[in-house]
């Protein structure tokens, strides 16, 4: 009745692969759309043994079930349903597809051996071991944890218990990615995370490109769009509401143009389809209600001229956070049957709301994800009859590529694109977020550490299986060794060792690292301390040494020699500027003053300067100061120059 497609199947073959070897919690990472039900169906079906599958919402629990139901029940694998919502409480099958809700709070009905857990939606769970966090975070925090109730309770009935996880989206501003290494040979994150490893992962391109998802239709926003760009988010990526709607404040005329475009390319043309399903994300809720405004009246005013599509198909629905969930629900079924077609929402239909009819997308929120926008953009692509693109226009100015992979980390500034560094040490091509000139070259990269693997555990073949039963996969045999090279680092003053740049102990003698911020503090307190915010630097000869000169933004100067002819001066010199030459992604060790000067465009500006008065040196005129610290690579309170 089903036959898998071809990245479906090998999304098994990895997850069979991989706990043929370790136990370790492995993802799945699928875009929306990519028939994840349809995998869990077949895992669910080969395996031999009890298994579980966890969701989140009663809704998916039921679409599972009825998937695996309808994929596997005829060949004889009975499953059943656990969950409070659809009144049922079944755990005596082979697979159980439930609520993690519902298993939490009854746990006691758990207490046997189930082989491998399933977990839907799997970016939900924040950590599997009990951690004693006291300072509760968020509900996703909190329903995080539950995850962790379940995963412990089964351990101890199946100390080797597996599980996978499947997701779209497994990274997410602030909590960062949900895994560590990925299976193409790269770190994610050095944290701990609830996943060890990516074993499969399928790009939204490729379910386009094969027809799987309908094309989007990338559309310039024509008439005045937002900027954004002054705002700064938290670190999960989120704006200030009182900001977003201060700034929208200066904009009276934009929105309702905004709105009047929107409605004309809904309306369509002779050479464009009219829309059916149109979809505004809007900043904030005020915000949200100015657009909800716009559309009524201009739908009073546009409907006797426009007679065939001036009835009930040009309603308009808001849903906030704050909409009751069975109005949402009506408002949602509403619009699913084209009843309503404007549906204006304030971030909360950005995943597992489903209308594959949404053919106009309208972005009028700042996002600095890669993730939330793609996931933004999915709402419009799945496929439905008589679909033949989505229309997305961006008014936000976000200027962020749905085809580009998650960076993992903020775009900074809106000049920022992707760029591809690579690694000086390994030659692993990273992604970061970067700034080129006209001709493409990187110029400036943010990239702090290199993603690459040195070593992967070999793909070896035990002959034990999650699949057929047996125990005791040696987790010792999946030791990952990690490139160590790092674009953005401080240095240990103790061991010289390059440590990341919010690290607090050195990472090889463990000695305290200074938090740079208490350096700039402590030295912007003492009368003999100067320090500089360097926006620019010279590079001369003097005295047939390097004479290097700071300057701030307000030309003050502070100068600094370094005779290159001695062996210990080079060393310092190449310690701190020879290894970051070119973003540190051409590492070299200078040997003479004349290399030094005719590469000087290569080099690497410190932050922050910080001079001390010389007490030796006193002339008459004006005091000398000797350039004490560098700081470079600064991440921390204190603007920096160039920065807005
Ligand atoms: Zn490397
Ligand atoms: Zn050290």
């Known amino acids: 009745m089903y036959k898998l497609r071809q990245y479906q199947s090998e999304a098994v073959e990895s997850t069979v692969k991989h706990f043929r070897r370790t136990n ?22 080969i395996a031999r043994r009890k298994i579980l599958v966890l969701t989140h919402v009663k809704e998916l629990v039921e679409q599972n079930h009825q998937k695996f139901h309808d994929y596997a029940e005829q060949a004889g694998i009975k499953s059943g349903v656990f969950s409070a919502g659809l009144n049922r409480k079944e755990t005596k099958h082979q697979v159980t597809f439930a609520s993690v809700q519902s298993v939490v709070r009854n746990l006691e009905q758990f207490a046997h051996e189930y082989s491998l857990v399933v977990i839907d939606e799997c970016h939900r769970v924040s950590h599997f071991e009990e951690q004693s966090k006291t300072n509760a975070e968020s509900a996703s925090e909190k329903s995080g944890n539950q995850y962790s109730q379940i995963v412990s309770q089964l351990k101890s009935y199946n100390p080797e218990l597996k599980i996978l ?19 193409h040979g790269f770190v994610r994150s050095s944290q701990a995370t609830p996943f060890k490893k990516c074993i499969y992962e399928l790009p939204l391109s490729y379910m386009i490109k094969n027809g799987f998802l309908t094309p989007p239709k990338l559309i310039d926003a024509a008439v005045e769009q937002y ?34 475009q929107i409605q004309m390319l ?19 809720v005020k915000h949200a209600k100015e657009i909800v405004g716009y559309l009524e009246s201009k739908n009073e005013t546009a409907g006797p001229a426009k007679e065939q599509s001036a009835d009930d198909v040009s309603k308009v629905a808001l849903i906030t956070a704050k909409t009751k969930n069975d109005e949402r629900a009506q408002l949602i079924n509403d619009f699913k049957a084209q009843k309503i077609k404007y549906l204006v929402n304030v971030s909360v239909l950005t995943t597992g709301f489903d209308a594959p009819h949404v053919d106009l997308i309208a972005i009028l929120r700042p996002t600095q994800s890669v993730s939330l926008y793609q996931q933004i953009v999915g709402r419009g692509l799945r496929l439905a009859e008589g679909k033949q693109d989505c229309l997305v226009i961006d008014y936000a100015g976000n200027g962020i590529n749905i085809f580009h992979p998650e960076v ?34 990187v110029l400036e990269h943010y990239g702090r550490a290199c993603q690459g693997i040195l070593e992967m555990p070999e793909d070896e073949v035990l002959d034990n299986s999650m699949l057929e039963g047996s125990m005791s996969a040696n987790p010792q045999d999946n030791e990952v060794m990690p490139c160590d090279y790092r674009f953005r680092f401080k240095e240990c003053p103790t061991c010289n060792a390059q440590n990341d740049i919010a690290a607090r102990e050195c990472h090889d003698c463990k000695n305290q690292l ?37 300057y701030d933004e307000d030309a003050t100067e502070l100068k600094e020699f370094f005779d290159l002819s001695s062996e210990k001066q080079r060393t310092v010199f190449n310690l701190q500027f020879g290894r970051r030459f070119r973003n540190s992604s051409e590492p070299r060790n200078f040997l003479s003053l004349n290399e030094v000067l005719k590469e000087s465009q290569g080099f690497i500006i410190p932050d922050f300067v910080i001079a001390k008065k010389d007490p030796k040196r006193k002339s008459k005129t004006h005091i000398v100061w000797q350039v004490q610290e560098k700081i470079f690579d600064y991440k921390g309170k204190y603007r920096t120059a160039n920065e807005l």
């Open 408 to 441: 993992g980390e903020k775009k900074p500034d809106s000049r920022s694109e992707l760029v591809q560094v690579f690694c000086p040490s390994c030659g692993f091509a990273n992604t970061f977020w970067g700034i080129t000139d006209n001709d493409g070259k």
């Open 165 to 183: 996880g499947l997701t779209a989206t497994p990274f997410r501003l602030g909590l960062g990615w949900i895994y560590q290494h990925h299976y």
């Open 227 to 260: 900027d954004f760009s002054a705002l700064q988010s938290n670190k999960f990526g989120e704006f200030d509401d009182a900001e977003v709607n201060e700034l929208l404040g200066k904009y009276p005329r934009v929105t309702e143009g905004i709105v009047e």
């Open 514 to 550: 200074v938090d740079p911020d208490e350096k700039l503090k402590e030295a912007l307190k003492l009368s003999n301390r100067m320090v500089i915010r360097c926006s620019g630097m010279t590079f001369s000869e003097h005295n047939g040494a390097l004479k290097i000169v700071y």
């Open 266 to 284: 809904a309306a369509g043309n002779e050479n464009e389809l009219e829309r059916k399903g149109v979809m505004i994300f809007a900043a904030t």
């Open 24 to 45: 370790e919690p492995a993802v799945i990472v699928l875009p929306t759309g990519a028939g994840k039900s349809l995998v869990i169906a077949e895992i669910a079906r």
